[in-house]
């Protein structure tokens, strides 16, 4: 009897293959993390606002997810070339495009260290923060993300039967090129549809669900690449592929995510050690803005929350370039602050009006993130270590700093 033709595995096709029970985890995870963040919007409006904030637990959890994927990534690919001897550039640039979305979501560490973008990016970034992705137009960053969730975790595995019927096994193989695990398909289109429907007012109103999408985006890469790095490792061990399992990775690399972002938020909720001038600067700066709206200079807008500049850009309130906070720059306030609105740490001020149809009152307050570079304040106040000035309706009890 002539012996059984070996199979083909997954890794030698180009198509990869999870087992049942880690496909079925990936997924729950996934769709998980779409449903918790359904029903905290719901649950607690104010608990969901301050989740979707910078350098809270979910935009660590992004960087991290994205991060630890590249690692994984570039370990695949080194996995990739001591077992198939070609060269893994389609893996490494995965890892590449990993390492740049985690410091995009950062703004490449810029409000970590605290330094001011260069002044490109404060006129042409609508969150004067250093990365591209913001200086790009809304609706082209919304296309180029969408056909990277289609692209990349759809139809590309979907293709790859045809390209193992045009290239030939060896010849795919030679090609280096690897799809993501088939079965997360469901939760690639999930994630799509999240994105696109989030951002369609005549839908449904999800605020934020970009940060979401973002995370579950990440997560989706992180557990492809382990995926890909347990597939080529165990290759080189000559380990038979019904015997492969990559829950415990799988499991192992989102733990790792989750310890991670949850010490980065931990940390960076640690106040840091502030210099009096500076703050004694931004004091002097946020009542000069504040100032100015009251001496009639700029004229603020109903539940408005948005950075100065970019409402200054928006509303054509010129008048905040000549007006106390304009001045200053007689007095050593350098050109390039005066001219965005940045505050001495590098960040933007921002502009709050808040409306309340219930309290039956208006709230409008200037402020900056403060020393800590995070906002602290709610809806309604001046919180933390943020440093402001209230336009109109301060609460009696709120503080100014």
Known sequence: RPPR???????????????????????????????????????????????VQEDEFLEWGTFWAF?????????????????????????????????????????????????????????????????????????????????????????????????????????????????????????????????????????????????????????LFLIAAVTHARDFRARLAATPQATRSYLVPAAAAVLLVVVLAGVNTVLWRMERAASPAALEAARTEVEALAQDFVDGRAHSRCNTHRRLYTFVERYDQDGLFEGSFAALADRGLPEERARYFIDPWGSPYWIRDRCSKSRGRRITFIYSFGPNRRRDSSRYEILGDDVGAYVRGAPPHAATE
Not at 35 to 42: D, G, N, Q, V
Request: charged content about 15%; overall charge neutral; aromatic content about 16%.
């Open 5 to 51: 033709r070996a199979a083909r595995t997954p890794v030698a096709s180009g198509r990869t293959g999870l087992d049942r029970w880690t496909a079925i985890a990936a997924n729950l995870v996934i769709f998980g993390l779409f449903a918790f963040s359904r029903w905290l919007e719901e649950a607690d409006a104010e608990v969901y606002y301050r989740s």
């Open 67 to 219: 991060m630890v994927a590249m690692g994984v990534f570039f370990a695949a690919a080194w996995w990739q070339r001591r077992a198939t001897r070609v060269v893994p550039w389609f893996l490494a640039g995965v890892g590449l495009f990993c390492f740049a979305f985690a410091m995009e979501e950062v703004s490449w560490g810029q409000r970590l260290l605290g330094y001011q973008p260069p002044e490109y990016f404060l006129e042409h970034n609508f969150q004067q923060e250093l990365n591209v992705h913001n200086v790009i137009s809304t609706s082209d960053r919304k296309l180029i993300l969408k056909t990277i969730i289609l692209g990349y975790g759809v139809a590309f595995p979907l293709a790859m039967p045809l390209l193992g019927w045009l290239l030939g096994r060896r010849g795919l193989e030679r090609s280096g090129i690897v799809a993501p695990p088939w079965q997360l398909m469901p939760s690639f289109v999930a994630t799509w549809a999240y994105y696109h429907i989030g951002y369609n007012d005549d839908l449904v109103d999800w605020s934020y669900s970009g940060e979401w999408v973002e995370m579950m985006l990440g997560l």
